[in-house]
């Protein structure tokens, strides 16, 4: 090689050299490529088969090179365990995960002080359940009052302008927060033109239909963005019905969407009011057999009225996994083209449904079995969570972009968690890299997190 050669020749510090990349850029198809990081970006996109130089090459033949996953919809609640959740979303993928939701978003102040180095790139939004307590409202069941609601709207304002990304709204959880409640906050996230609102609809029963379009309203009136969240577990027998609703919002011109992970089972905490009496005539007979305790003194065990009772009284933060759903009905859910994939991963110590460890390569292999595309499959889960988030550095690979990605081998990417064993990894993610820096290869962690906090200014 000639002096002149070797001047240009590329130089990284990190280089994925060969296999098929997404980019994931409007327009673009896979190809053959070798990607060149440095600085925590992508250097360039280069033919498979040009000299380059790095400090660490790793080799990507016969694998799929992408941009890392996006997860809209994650709690991260649970201060006193900083890494399980995190490390579960990245060995399946997940490089940005949004968390607060349901409602259940602690203070976005303290979660930025307590989340000192994440492991991936993280971000919050605030939950009115906890805007509720924050200003001594601790009765779930009962309206707020006109000042209660004006000290809720100045901590929102506070927080977004703070950096949170939204107001993630927890209606079943807090069945006393009335409509003029909640759209009063919507009204102060109606201000920042870049905020979402999430929402955990207030019925999972018949009247989910009537709950979404009580959100429909919610964006029509205050013209907020808005997030469905999990319709999938929350609109069981209905789901069809409300992808026709919110469809017809969408045509309408209003900006709203959904989300689903792809199990048919979903997951709460004991002494949330999901499980409050009534529940086995919402779910049309199936009573507490179906529920299955997956922490506390209970676990791996269905639940008696008894046990349930027991639980709620003694572990209300344990969480019980609700078999109750219609499979064919929630993977139709993943199939709608506007569906985005989301895990809505929880854990309050001990155990966890399977979502927090498999939803993204579960989803994959569904949406393939449904006739998608690998390109339109991984959209679901990286341009589009992105661009629902509004979050201009994910989902995408392209020079420049920051250097979020991940290399998994399509034939052996399958996830393996389980209700029994709900933290089993999945295999085939061969390399994850966050912000440049690897941090997740052969199924072994870098050293220490390597994330960073994204906060919209």
């Given at each position: 090689?000639?002096?002149?050669?070797?001047?240009?020749?590329?130089?990284?510090?990190?280089?994925?050299?060969?296999?098929?990349?997404?980019?994931?850029?409007?327009?673009?198809?896979?190809?053959?490529?070798?990607?060149?990081?440095?600085?925590?970006?992508?250097?360039?996109?280069?033919?498979?088969?040009?000299?380059?130089?790095?400090?660490?090459?790793?080799?990507?033949?016969?694998?799929?090179?992408?941009?890392?996953?996006?997860?809209?919809?994650?709690?991260?609640?649970?201060?006193?365990?900083?890494?399980?959740?995190?490390?579960?979303?990245?060995?399946?993928?997940?490089?940005?995960?949004?968390?607060?939701?349901?409602?259940?978003?602690?203070?976005?102040?303290?979660?930025?002080?307590?989340?000192?180095?994440?492991?991936?790139?993280?971000?919050?939004?605030?939950?009115?359940?906890?805007l509720r307590e924050e200003i001594g409202h601790k009765d779930?069941?009962?309206?707020?009052?006109?000042?209660?609601?004006?000290?809720?709207?100045?901590?929102?304002?506070?927080?977004?302008?703070?950096?949170?990304?939204?107001?993630?709204?927890?209606?079943?959880?807090?069945?006393?927060?009335?409509?003029?409640?909640?759209?009063?906050?919507?009204?102060?996230?109606?201000?920042?033109?870049?905020?979402?609102?999430?929402?955990?609809?207030?019925?999972?029963?018949?009247?989910?239909?009537?709950?979404?379009?009580?959100?429909?309203?919610?964006?029509?009136?205050?013209?907020?963005?808005?997030?469905?969240?999990?319709?999938?577990?929350?609109?069981?027998?209905?789901?069809?019905?409300?992808?026709?609703?919110?469809?017809?919002?969408?045509?309408?011109?209003?900006?709203?969407?959904?989300?689903?992970?792809?199990?048919?089972?979903?997951?709460?905490?004991?002494?949330?009011?999901?499980?409050?009496?009534?529940?086995?005539?919402?779910?049309?007979?199936?009573?507490?057999?179906?529920?299955?305790?997956?922490?506390?003194?209970?676990?791996?065990?269905?639940?008696?009225?008894?046990?349930?009772?027991?639980?709620?009284?003694?572990?209300?933060?344990?969480?019980?996994?609700?078999?109750?759903?219609?499979?064919?009905?929630?993977?139709?859910?993943?199939?709608?083209?506007?569906?985005?994939?989301?895990?809505d991963a929880l854990y309050t110590g001990g155990g966890a449904?399977?979502?927090?460890?498999?939803?993204?390569?579960?989803?994959?292999?569904?949406?393939?079995?449904?006739?998608?595309?690998?390109?339109?499959?991984?959209?679901?889960?990286?341009?589009?969570?992105a661009d629902r988030i509004r979050l201009e550095n994910a989902?995408?690979?392209?020079?420049?972009?920051?250097?979020?990605?991940?290399?998994?081998?399509?034939?052996?990417?399958?996830?393996?968690?389980?209700?029994?064993?709900?933290?089993?990894?999945?295999?085939?993610?061969?390399?994850?890299?966050?912000?440049?820096?690897?941090?997740?290869?052969?199924?072994?962690?870098?050293?220490?997190?390597?994330?960073?906090?994204?906060?919209?200014?």
């Amino acid at each position: 090689m000639t002096a002149e050669d070797r001047s240009k020749m590329v130089r990284a510090e990190l280089l994925i050299r060969g296999g098929t990349f997404f980019g994931m850029k409007d327009g673009s198809s896979p190809k053959p490529a070798s990607v060149a990081i440095s600085g925590g970006r992508i250097l360039s996109i280069l033919p498979p088969d040009t000299d380059a130089e790095a400090d660490f090459v790793f080799d990507a033949t016969d694998l799929y090179v992408t941009p890392g996953f996006v997860d809209s919809h994650i709690h991260d609640e649970y201060y006193a365990d900083p890494d399980t959740v995190q490390q579960a979303l990245i060995r399946q993928g997940v490089t940005t995960a949004v968390a607060g939701h349901c409602g259940s978003g602690p203070n976005f102040f303290k979660s930025r002080a307590e989340r000192t180095k994440p492991w991936l790139h993280l971000s919050y939004m605030v939950g009115n359940c906890m805007l509720r307590e924050e200003i001594g409202h601790k009765d779930r069941y009962t309206p707020a009052t006109p000042e209660e609601v004006e000290k809720m709207k100045a901590l929102l304002r506070e927080s977004l302008a703070g950096g949170a990304m939204g107001l993630s709204l927890g209606l079943e959880y807090a069945p006393g927060a009335t409509y003029d409640e909640i759209k009063a906050l919507a009204g102060v996230v109606a201000a920042f033109d870049d905020r979402l609102i999430t929402v955990h609809i207030r019925y999972d029963d018949d009247r989910c239909v009537r709950a979404v379009e009580e959100v429909i309203r919610l964006a029509r009136e205050t013209g907020v963005r808005l997030q469905v969240s999990h319709l999938g577990s929350m609109t069981m027998y209905n789901t069809q019905t409300c992808m026709d609703v919110i469809d017809a919002a969408m045509k309408e011109g209003l900006d709203v969407c959904f989300d689903c992970y792809p199990y048919d089972a979903f997951c709460a905490k004991a002494g949330s009011a999901v499980y409050d009496d009534g529940f086995v005539e919402r779910w049309r007979g199936k009573g507490p057999e179906a529920l299955e305790a997956v922490s506390g003194q209970f676990k791996g065990q269905r639940l008696t009225f008894e046990t349930l009772a027991k639980m709620r009284t003694e572990e209300p933060m344990d969480l019980i996994v609700a078999h109750v759903m219609d499979k064919e009905e929630v993977e139709n859910c993943l199939a709608h083209p506007k569906c985005i994939v989301a895990s809505d991963a929880l854990y309050t110590g001990g155990g966890a449904h399977p979502r927090i460890a498999g939803t993204f390569p579960r989803a994959l292999r569904i949406l393939r079995e449904r006739g998608y595309t690998w390109q339109d499959a991984l959209a679901k889960m990286t341009t589009m969570p992105a661009d629902r988030i509004r979050l201009e550095n994910a989902g995408r690979l392209a020079k420049g972009s920051i250097a979020d990605v991940i290399v998994f081998n399509p034939e052996t990417f399958v996830d393996n968690a389980t209700f029994q064993e709900p933290f089993a990894p999945p295999t085939g993610l061969e390399l994850v890299v966050v912000g440049g820096k690897v941090t997740l290869r052969d199924g072994k962690f870098s050293p220490e997190p390597v994330g960073d906090f994204y906060e919209r200014k």
